[in-house]
């Protein structure tokens, strides 16, 4: 595997996990049932799942801010640094009860991906 294959895998692999630890804060039953299918239910606490979002969020952010760097131009990387600001926000106003519309986190969500796909278009 080439190291632009496995930035690649690595980058797309965080954004699944940061995914994952998003759609379990917004509770869908489908990523909630399968959590506890594999025995992995102990995380189905925001305690736990706030940070794990920010945590691959940021190792996102930091392989995208280095391929972007090959690619010669961060606006890629600004994009997904915006989009992860806004969904953690968000999610962190849902936890708490100030936020009763999800729409921020997924328009965060949306942005952070966009960043992501952006860079392996260019």
Known sequence: MTPAQRSLWGQFSTLFGAGVAAACC???????????????GFLL????????????AGANLWMLHHSANRHDGLAPFWAGV????????GLLL???G???????IYVGLLLFASGSVWDVVR
């Open 82 to 89: 915006i989009g992860a600001v806004i969904a953690t926000i």
């Open 94 to 96: 849902l936890v708490t």
């Open 98 to 104: 100030q936020l009763s519309l999800p729409v921020w």
């Open 26 to 40: 917004l509770g869908l039953p489908v990523v909630l049932t399968a959590m506890g299918a594999v025995g992995l």
């Open 45 to 56: 606490n925001d305690l736990y799942l706030i940070p794990l979002f920010v945590g691959f």
